[in-house]
């Protein structure tokens, strides 16, 4: 007998997918009717959007100046034409596609506004990416973190105490050893917290969630503790060198991109390559293979002589210390000295990143440039004064956040065996 | 060159799963090891894998002791296992899944896919075994998944090969198709064991039978010296009654209609079309189809757990094509699900406390929002003696009992109140004969007493005991209704793969 | 799935199958027996488990965290780790007094004498309602991070319902705490729905919600008619004395005794959650879907319904342990941190009292303890208070392992925590 694939059959929707499609649409619907009346009607002045940093930039851009009303009632215009589309018709399989447009215009309509309506009149945009991509870093490491324990289905809360503790090891090693030293302690520092994660979740198969918050409180106590016994009587602990960027040559000379991307400090370019490495080494390598078939089917794994605790504690140690390299970050990478809690839930946000990334690198570092981007908006609006409470960006990448895993972007697959400890016979 | 086990004995915890079992299988024959559902026919497998170690005794590859202490071990002797339910990664392609753990690689651990293809493509031509080497393994009937199975085993040289119930998941003439494959292997010189509980494919294909009963290898047979009866006496213990006490149907007014009814999966891919059918009071309907051809669809769109699409389903006259499950418990409609411990059981809770799992919202068992333990113990008692299931206590988590107790339970809470409709999927799956003799009875007890019976099974040896009316599922459709009488598992094995008989 | 259950070991007992055999005995435990095995078994939570899990290993769990503890003060002192270099009897006997020092401080501040207890008594009281929020939430399958965001928002509007209206003593003080749990329910209750209808785990969704409820509260109280008239920083009015939890040893006519009646209403709610889970039907819903929602469903149980309700009604005891901080302790109003750690020690507190209400009051007064404890400690001794965040989370380690203990003390525990949570996938 041959085998005989079923022809796949037209779709049909259920109600609750005819029900999200509609949803989108509304959601775009919305999105019109406030970019009108709220950018649109009633808005004065123009906006301007500079490309130059200054003092860096190697050539020179004009700057791009467009009508703030006008703007913002065409992009109202564009959002309700796809809104009324994705109503009656649908888009159908691209309709997240659609919706991420939709939100990228909205957010562009937003930006024209608050920029036409404040003193300055302008922003700058090219900064406002560099930032963008520098402050995605921690969250992007975060989520690489979780890719990897995840893929061998290991669930690691844990992370956001994993940075944590990085920065924490960073700064006390960074300011006596000088910062390489302190980027290698805080890689440590990752690793061995996971190491803990592993054994708590593998070996003693404690719930893995609860294994991971178990981390979390732990480094937050005793980082806490140490700061006020330690560094607070001997500052010179706490008081790391900082590296500086370093231009990429040739890459950093291009306009706009290179300010964006190449005249970053390592800890970005280590960011690159860990992306580029993980996704190759994920897909194309026998480590890959073995590790995501203990996280879809550990069992097939063990039947086949793969040791399912050796891979796992493995990945997962690999993971924490990338999440601790994301905590270097917070040092050596940025302001030099620690605080109480400094990571502030970016951990989190990492994992959340994970789950919007689909559990792939590349994807884990898109999400992380989207709350990356919902961060630095934060800095950009203070500047231009829109009267908008501070209170309300903080909770912006939080707010974004929950709207990605209420799944307005539609479901993702987890791996198949993610979260449940693999009991050997 | 032979493979001998001596003495093997494996206890757990207050369990004696295998007593001193000795078995050798030569190379270039095929050993049967037959014995009913919890006879420790696995248990005695994994042990030979390198899954389980052994409580005592030893396991010899020519003559030689080995010490397994893991599958990599029992690879490495050249034994292969091709589980009952398939290790495969479902998200990886057939290559990727052959391949695993012995993967052919480039400098620095990169895959070499190329390679690995080509191994595949060359077993599968040698053996005759076709499989599509870069689909994914969860796009792909049963029956390929099975090969990439047998695939897997030879990529690794395994001399000795042992199949756990590998019928369990194919039509009869796939069955027939594996078994030119296992012959094939045979006379190329591996030595192949054969685990089933089904008399019929043992005495077709083995070339030495050894029967194990509660741990024990009770007998010695050659297929052509014994017959059928005698091997499920020797199975069982006693003497077998293979067929189901029951008259002839006397069918009254139509209980359950199911008019084009249409049903998709989460992803919108239609399950279920148009179908067409009507159940009436006293009579059992069977529903027979390889497993994944819409029949567990069906149960959950009868029972209200899944929605519907479009069509109706009417149960004694009331429209509940979009009616809750609870609903649909209240009209008078019994449901045996088909994975009993995933959605028939709260594994934790008591027996006493499954026993309401349905009914809790009903008067005695709760009087507005407070539960009335006392009421619902006593009609517990009452339903564990009435249906005899074998407890300590009713207040003894039901993950403590065997699986035909927890199917006891499940029976009991459900047949225990007044019935109009079952609906029984899988009624029976991997319970000892015993317990399905007691619930093939219990269901013909329901159907003389007046309800409806709808039947969902996989085993056609059930649907071909218990129904009086077949209807055969394929791909979602109903393919044929048949009589039992008028029918002959041949021409039901046709239907179920989507052919006609002739 | 047709595994051959006969064939995996039972978990207990001798299998009960197999025609020719004699099952077990049949016959009916008494009343009395079983009576007493149900109420054990309410009692102990998860697990069917002896005296040794629920009394012993918390007990060698905190011995275990003291001990560890002792090692962190002691390495963390610049000064001490300087000495051991050059006089090791001095090191060592100091290193003994500076540990000596910081428990005795701890002890004494917790329960040597009568405002001790009474502190520990008002420490105990937001930890005991957060801490029932999150067992409730284990108890159904769902882990509610989130009790620190829902006590913010129920003591903002605990809060403002304090100080905005005029009402007689005791309606006054139950209006506030019933407008403090509602809004815990819907900030518990939104996470819960995401759950139940899109899927969206509820361990991310109520971090965001806690991330989101902080900025919240900073912008809330700069708002004017909340602000106390002639600050600048973001400080509330003061609750209207007739919205406050009166004082329970007021007729001792000491200022010093603060412990109020929100100890009463963490009993009360202690009672609440049990009646809830042990004998209703609500409850029998949440259980059922937290052990196998597939089961639940079957069963015909609505499992929107029991997501939304269970992290509603665990929003609304979070809610009131917010409220509490704000109506119960002098200075009677809210600022930025008034919930402190209690919303992550509640975690702890669950996981030592086993998800049992009983198990959690203890738990709440051994951690309340540890807390006024350590106030004092830090006042005495100059130890950071923050040790004793990480003696709980080593608590925690130790409960929910006690294969550690088990090999640390050579004792016979049962089994850990086992799987409470669910995958993203679930």
Redesign the interface.
Same mark, same amino acid.
Request: glycine share 6%; hydrophobic share 50%.
């Given at each position: 007998? &041959?085998?005989?694939?079923?022809a796949?059959?037209?779709?049909?929707? &259920?109600?609750?997918?005819r029900r999200r499609a509609k949803i989108i649409g509304i959601v775009l619907l919305v999105l019109a009717a406030f970019t009108l009346l709220v950018f649109g009607i009633g808005t004065e002045g123009d906006a301007t959007f500079k490309f130059v940093i200054p003092g860096q930039s190697p050539t020179e851009i004009p700057d791009l100046t467009v009508p703030g009303a006008g703007s913002s009632i065409l992009l109202a215009g564009v959002l309700a034409f796809l809104g009324a589309i994705q109503v009656t018709r649908g888009f159908g399989d691209k309709a997240n596609l659609v919706l991420g447009i939709g939100l990228i215009l909205f957010v562009l309509a937003f930006l024209i506004w608050a920029a036409a309506g404040s003193p300055l009149g302008a922003f700058n945009f090219t900064s406002m990416l560099r930032e963008t991509v520098l402050r995605s870093f921690p969250i992007a490491m975060g989520a690489l973190s979780g890719v990897l324990c995840e893929r061998v289905a290991v669930?690691n809360?844990g992370i956001e105490g994993m940075l944590l503790g990085g920065a924490f090891m960073a700064a006390l090693v960074g300011s006596t050893q000088g910062p390489w030293w302190g980027i290698v302690a805080g890689v440590l520092t990752g690793g061995a917290l996971a190491w803990v994660l592993a054994v708590?979740a593998v070996r003693? *198969?404690?719930?893995?969630?609860?294994?991971g918050?178990?981390?979390n409180?732990?480094v937050?106590?005793?980082t806490?503790?140490?700061t006020?016994?330690?560094f607070a009587?001997?500052p010179q602990f706490n008081n790391a060198q900082i590296l500086k960027p370093w231009k990429v040559p040739l890459l950093g000379d291009i306009p706009i991109i290179g300010d964006i991307f190449f005249r970053q400090t390592i800890f970005v370019y280590a960011l690159f390559v860990l992306v580029a490495g993980l996704t190759f080494g994920l897909f *194309? &390598?026998?480590?890959g293979? *073995?590790s *995501?078939?203990v996280g879809?089917?550990p069992?097939?794994?063990?039947?086949?002589?793969?040791?399912v605790y050796r891979m796992r504690y493995l990945n997962v140690v690999l993971g924490g210390m990338i999440a601790g390299l994301g905590g270097a970050w917070f040092i050596i990478g940025s302001v030099g000295r620690f605080d109480e809690n400094m990571t502030?839930?970016r951990g989190?946000i990492g994992?959340?990143a994970m789950?919007f990334g689909r559990w792939h690198p590349i994807g884990a570092l898109g999400a992380a440039l989207v709350f990356g981007f919902a961060d630095s908006l934060k800095q950009v609006l203070g500047i231009l004064q829109t009267g908008i409470?501070s209170?309300?960006l903080?909770?912006a990448?939080?707010?974004v &956040?929950?709207i990605v895993?209420?799944?307005l972007v539609g479901?993702s697959?987890?791996p198949?065996a993610?979260?449940?400890?693999y009991v050997k016979? | 060159m032979e493979l001998e086990l001596r003495g093997i004995t494996k206890r757990f915890p207050g369990v004696l799963a295998n007593d001193s079992v000795d078995l050798t299988v030569r190379q270039g024959e095929i050993l049967g090891l037959l014995g009913e559902n919890g006879a420790g026919k696995t248990t005695l497998m994994n042990i030979l894998y390198g899954l389980y170690s052994a409580t005592e005794g030893e396991i010899l590859v020519d003559g030689q002791p080995q010490q397994f202490s893991g599958p990599g071990d029992a690879i490495a002797a050249g034994i292969g296992m091709v589980h009952q339910h398939f290790m495969l990664v479902p998200v990886f392609t057939v290559t990727e899944n052959v391949v695993l753990g012995v993967e052919p690689t480039l400098a620095g651990g990169v895959l070499d896919l190329k390679q690995a293809r080509g191994d595949v493509e060359r077993i599968s031509a040698q053996y005759g075994l076709e499989v599509p080497p870069d689909a994914y393994i969860e796009d792909l009937p049963v029956g390929t998944q099975q090969r990439v199975e047998i695939i897997k085993v030879l990529f690794r040289d395994a001399r000795f090969l042992i199949f756990d119930e590998p019928t369990a998941v194919l039509t009869p003439q796939e069955v027939e198709d594996f078994f030119g494959i296992v012959r094939k292997l045979k006379d190329d010189g591996k030595g192949i064991v054969f685990i089933t509980h089904k008399l019929g494919e043992v005495l077709g294909i083995a070339d030495r039978i050894n029967v194990l009963r509660r741990g024990k290898i009770v007998g010695e047979a050659i297929p052509g010296e014994v017959s059928e009866s005698q091997l499920a006496e020797m199975m069982v213990g006693r003497p077998v009654d293979l067929v189901v006490a029951k008259t002839a149907a006397q069918p009254k007014e139509p209980v359950l209609t199911v008019d084009d009814l249409v049903v998709a999966d989460d992803f919108g891919n239609p399950v279920i079309h148009d179908v067409s059918f009507e159940v009436r009071a006293g009579e059992i309907v069977g529903v027979a189809g390889v497993q994944g051809n819409g029949q567990s669809e069906l149960v959950e769109a009868l029972t209200g757990l899944s929605q519907v699409v479009s069509g109706h389903i009417t149960i004694l006259g009331q429209d509940v094509s979009k009616a809750t499950p609870r609903e649909i418990h209240d009209i008078g409609v019994a449901h045996v699900p088909e994975d009993r411990q995933r959605s028939g059981l709260v594994l934790p809770f008591t027996i006493t406390e499954n026993m309401v799992l349905d009914s809790y919202h009903e008067d005695p068992y709760s009087r507005g929002i407070a539960m009335d333990w006392d009421a619902t113990a006593k009609m517990a008692a009452t339903l564990v003696e009435q249906y005899d299931v074998r407890t300590p206590s009713i207040d003894v988590p039901v993950s403590n009992l065997s699986g035909g107790n927890q199917q006891k339970v499940i029976v009991a809470r459900e047949f225990g109140h007044d019935v109009k409709l079952v609906v029984a999927s899988q009624p029976t799956r991997g319970l000892d004969v015993g317990s399905i003799e007691y619930i093939h009875e219990r269901i013909v007890q329901e159907r003389d007493e007046g309800a409806a019976i709808l039947i969902v099974s996989t085993e056609l040896d059930e649907i071909l005991a218990l129904s009086d009316r077949i209807l055969v599922m394929y791909r979602g459709r109903i393919v044929a209704e048949v009589k039992p009488e008028e029918t002959t598992p041949t021409d039901l094995g046709l239907y179920m793969a989507g052919g006609t008989p002739s | 799935m047709s595994d051959e259950r006969p064939e995996t070991p039972p978990t207990e007992g001798p299998p009960t199958e197999g025609p020719p055999k004699e099952g077990p005995p049949t016959e009916a435990p008494s009343e009395e027996t079983r009576g007493q095995r149900r109420f054990l078994r309410d009692l102990m939570g998860l697990d069917v488990i002896d005296w040794r899990t629920a009394v012993l290993v918390p007990l060698l769990a905190l011995l275990s965290a003291l001990i560890v503890g002792a090692v962190i003060i002691a390495v963390s002192d610049v000064e001490l780790l300087r000495l051991w270099g050059e006089d090791v009897g001095e090191a060592f006997s100091q290193t003994w007094t500076t540990i000596r020092d910081a428990y005795v401080a701890l002890f004494r501040g917790s329960l040597w004498g009568l405002r001790p207890i009474s502190e520990t008594l008002v420490s105990a009281s937001p930890l005991i309602l957060a801490g029932l929020s999150v067992a409730l939430g284990f108890r159904a399958g769902l882990f509610n991070i989130g009790a620190q965001g829902q006590m913010i928002l129920g003591g903002i509007v605990g809060a403002i319902i304090g100080f905005s209206f005029d009402l007689p003593y005791v309606l006054h003080v139950l209006v506030a705490l019933i407008g403090a749990a509602i809004a815990g329910a819907i900030w518990g209750g939104i996470p819960g729905l995401l759950r139940a209808k899109t899927g969206a785990h509820e361990v991310i969704t109520t971090i965001m919600f806690n991330l989101i409820a902080v900025p919240l509260l900073d912008w809330v109280l700069k708002l004017e008619f909340v602000q106390r008239a002639g600050r600048d920083d973001p400080v509330s009015k003061t609750v209207a004395e007739t919205a406050r939890l009166p004082q329970l040893l007021g007729w001792l006519d000491r200022n010093d005794l603060r412990v109020h009646a929100g100890f009463i209403l963490a009993l009360l709610a202690a009672w609440f959650v049990h009646w809830l889970l042990f004998k209703s039907t609500l409850g029998y819903e949440f259980r059922a879907v937290g052990a196998n929602p597939d089961a639940a469903r079957y069963g015909g149980m609505n499992v929107v319904l029991v997501y939304t309700g269970v992290m509603a009604i665990a929003g609304a005891l979070a809610g009131l342990a917010g409220a509490n901080e704000i109506l119960g302790i002098p200075e009677y109003r809210a600022a930025p941190g008034f919930v402190a750690q209690i919303g992550f020690d509640a975690i702890a507190l669950a996981l030592l009292g086993r998800s049992h209400p009983a198990g959690v009051v203890a738990a709440g007064v051994l951690f309340g303890a540890l807390r006024a404890g350590g106030q004092q400690m830090q006042a005495a001794t100059d130890i950071p208070i923050d040790i004793i965040v990480v003696l709980q989370a080593l608590i925690i380690v130790f409960v929910a392992a006690p294969a550690l203990i088990r090999a640390i003390y050579r004792v016979r525990t049962g089994e850990g925590t086992g799987q409470l949570t669910k995958g993203w996938a679930a």
């Open positions: 007998m &041959t085998a005989v694939i079923a796949p059959a037209p779709k049909l929707l &259920t109600p609750a997918q669930i809360i708590l003693y *198969r404690v719930d893995q969630i609860i294994a918050v178990v981390i409180i732990f937050l106590g005793i806490s503790f140490l006020v016994r330690l009587e001997n *194309r &390598t026998k480590w293979l *073995r *995501r078939a879809e089917h069992k097939a794994a063990d039947t086949l002589g793969i040791n502030n839930g989190f994992l959340a789950i409470p209170e309300f903080l909770m990448p939080a707010i &956040t929950v895993v209420a799944g479901k697959r987890p198949a993610d979260g449940q400890p016979e | - | -």
